[in-house]
C-alpha cells in the first residue's frame, strides 16, 4: 500500500509518515525544503520530493505518481481543496486536517473569537460550524475557521472517499512554537510554583500528532466519506498538563490554583480557555482508532526534545512565542502574591 503525505516536513507531517511507514505501508513525502526532511525518517524507508504544496503544477506531477491514500497536512482553504480534487483520479482515498476552529457555538463564538464558546459538554462532529469563506484569507483569527469550513464543504460535496479529522492544540516533536515551553521554560528556570487561573480546571483538548497519525492510519486502511474529531484520550485540564509536562523533565512543581475572581492576566497557559473547551471522540473509536497514548504518555518526547535544544535555540523559541510577553514572571509573582495574601 502507498501513501502520500503532503507536509512531511512539519510536526504532523512527520508523525503520520513515520505512523504509516511503522505499519509497513510504502511512503512518500513532500516539502518544500529537502534540509528539512527528517533523517529518522529517511532512514526508516520514507522517500522525499520537493514539492510546493500551492503549486498546482508541482501538486500534480507528485500525485501522478499515483497512491492508495494522501493524507494532507497543508489544506486550509477551497482552492487548496480544489487543488486536490482536480488531481483525484491519481488517488484511492484521502485524509486530509482540518480543525476544531471550524466550531461555533450557539452565539456564533468559535475558538479563535474574542469572547471564547460556551458548549455545553464535550463538542462532537454535530457541532453547527462557522460560515464557510471561500476567499482563501486563512491566515487570521477570523478567516481560518471559515476558510477550513469552505475546504471540507469543497471536499465533501466532491463525493469521493475523503475522511476529515479536526484536531485540537495539536503537539508533538517538531513543533515550530510549542505550546508546552510556556511550562517547562519556567521549570528549567527554577520557578517551582505556577499559577493557574479558575483552580487550574481550564482546558483546550491537546491532541498528540502520534495520536492524529494513529487515526488517520486508520481512516486510511477504511476508506470512507466522514469527519471526525481528533483528540487525546480524556480530558486533560491546564493543571494536569502542568504535571505531565513537570514529570517528564523530572522537576518538581506545585500547581496554585487562583480564585475565579483573580485578575483576568493572572494565571494564563496556553490551556486556559474557560469554559473548557473539549471534543468528544466516540465516533473515532466506534471507527476502531485506540490512541498511542494519553497526554502524560505522548508529551515526554516533546519535552525530552526542547531539553536537549541548545541555550541560543531555547531562548529563540521564547522570542519566537506566539506570546513572548507572557514570559515575564513579574506577572506570575504578582498572581502568587494574591494567593499568599501579599498585596
Request: glycine share 10%.
Amino acid at each position: 500500500m502507498r501513501v502520500t503525505v503532503l507536509g512531511v516536513n512539519g510536526m504532523t507531517g512527520r508523525a503520520v509518515a513515520a505512523e504509516f511507514a511503522g505499519a509497513g505501508w510504502q511512503v512518500l513525502g513532500t516539502g518544500r525544503d529537502p534540509a528539512r526532511f527528517p533523517a529518522e525518517l529517511r532512514a526508516s524507508g520514507v522517500g522525499f520530493v520537493r514539492s510546493d504544496r500551492n503549486d498546482p503544477a508541482e501538486l500534480g506531477t507528485v500525485l501522478g505518481r499515483g497512491a492508495d491514500v494522501v493524507v494532507d497536512c497543508l489544506c486550509y482553504t477551497a482552492g487548496q481543496a480544489g487543488q486536490l480534487l482536480r488531481c483525484a483520479d491519481d488517488f484511492d482515498s484521502a485524509v486530509v486536517l482540518s480543525s476544531k476552529a471550524v466550531y461555533r457555538d450557539d452565539l456564533g463564538r468559535h475558538s479563535n473569537s474574542v469572547e471564547p464558546p460556551r458548549f455545553d459538554g464535550p463538542v462532537t462532529e454535530q457541532q453547527p460550524v462557522l460560515e464557510p469563506d471561500y476567499s482563501g484569507e486563512y491566515a487570521s483569527r477570523t478567516g481560518y475557521g471559515p476558510n477550513k469550513v469552505a475546504a471540507e464543504r469543497t471536499l465533501l460535496d466532491s463525493g469521493r472517499p475523503i475522511s476529515i479529522l479536526r484536531p485540537s492544540r495539536i503537539h508533538g516533536p517538531g513543533a515550530a512554537r510549542p505550546r508546552e515551553w510556556h511550562v517547562l521554560k519556567r521549570l528549567l528556570d527554577g520557578r517551582t510554583r505556577i499559577p493557574l487561573a479558575h483552580g487550574g480546571r481550564t482546558g483546550n483538548h491537546p491532541t498528540a500528532s502520534v495520536n492524529l497519525a494513529r487515526l488517520a492510519r486508520v481512516c486510511a486502511e477504511q476508506p470512507g466519506q466522514r469527519i471526525l474529531n481528533a483528540a487525546d484520550p480524556g480530558q486533560p485540564d491546564a493543571r494536569e498538563i502542568v504535571l505531565a509536562i513537570a514529570a517528564a523533565c523530572h522537576r518538581p512543581v506545585e500547581v496554585v490554583g487562583l480564585a475565579e475572581q483573580a485578575s483576568a492576566e493572572f494565571g494564563w497557559s496556553p490551556w486556559a480557555s474557560w469554559p473548557p473547551y473539549f471534543l468528544d471522540t466516540a465516533a473515532a473509536t466506534a471507527l476502531g482508532y485506540r490512541p498511542v497514548g494519553s497526554y502524560r504518555q505522548t508529551v515526554r518526547p516533546v519535552v525530552e526534545e526542547l531539553c536537549g535544544f541548545s541555550v541560543d535555540r531555547q531562548a529563540r523559541l521564547t522570542a519566537d512565542s506566539d506570546f513572548p510577553d507572557r514570559f515575564d514572571y513579574a506577572v506570575d509573582d504578582a498572581a502568587l502574591g494574591t494567593v499568599q495574601g501579599v498585596p
